[in-house]
């Protein structure tokens, strides 16, 4: 066998590789056969031994970082590596984490009603200024400009009382539009302010909870 032949057999025996592995083995070995020079061939490839030989080892070596199939067609079997925290030390820490973990729940708990009665709060301010100042202001208008018919006997009471009654009612449309108008502004910033609030924690965990998965896979 001469080194043609030989470089031929080799390149057979690592077609299971892929090329660029291929390529990389074979040309070491080009390389060896170039340094010994032509006198040398017949040592060369008794040192090295049979061409199988030498790509049964090539592909050992290789499968130290990649399962190959076998010049036979089989592939090896590998087992993947367990990664993440031991179920039985998760559950330790998951016991020794409950006396802390209860007082936190109730503590977080007492927040999230103190935010809550808040908000609640805001709102039935907002709600007594947006509907109901605005409903008196109306009312009353439309009460007094009512008792300005009954007054018609006193002209100068009537006036009066008509254009008061007309103020009010003027004035509570513009309270009511003024209203609706910061509403609009501050409300529903305060809203998603109390919902990031709320789901801050709930965003943590699962931060916390899609971490731990990506590690443990």
Not at 18 to 43: I, Q, T, W
Not at 95 to 109: E, F, K, N, S, T
Request: charged fraction near 15%.
């Amino acid at each position: 066998m001469n080194r043609t032949e030989y470089m031929a057999a080799l390149r057979r025996a690592l077609s299971v590789l892929p090329e660029e592995e291929r390529a990389s083995a074979l040309r070491y070995y080009e390389e060896y056969f170039d340094d010994a020079g032509p006198e040398n061939e017949a040592k060369v490839i008794a040192d090295l031994g049979a061409p199988d030989k030498v790509a049964a080892q090539i592909l050992a070596d290789y499968q130290e970082v990649a399962s190959v199939p076998q010049p036979d067609g089989t592939v090896p079997n590998s087992k993947p590596r367990r990664r993440g925290i031991n179920p039985w030390l998760l559950l330790v820490l998951v016991l020794l984490a409950i006396p802390v973990g209860i007082p936190l729940v109730g503590v977080l708990i007492g927040v999230i009603a103190t935010l809550f009665g808040v908000l609640l709060s805001v709102v039935l301010v907002v709600l007594a200024f947006v509907v109901i100042v605005p409903l008196c202001l109306l009312a009353a208008g439309v009460i007094l400009c009512g008792i300005s018919f009954v007054l018609w006997g006193m002209p100068a009471s009537a006036v009066m009382t008509l254009g008061c009654g007309l103020a009010l009612f003027a004035l509570g449309i513009l309270v009511s539009l003024l209203m609706i108008k910061l509403c609009t502004l501050f409300v529903p910033p305060l809203f998603r302010a109390f919902v990031a609030v709320l789901r801050w924690p709930i965003d943590k965990i699962r931060g916390r909870t899609r971490k731990n998965g990506g590690e443990s896979k």
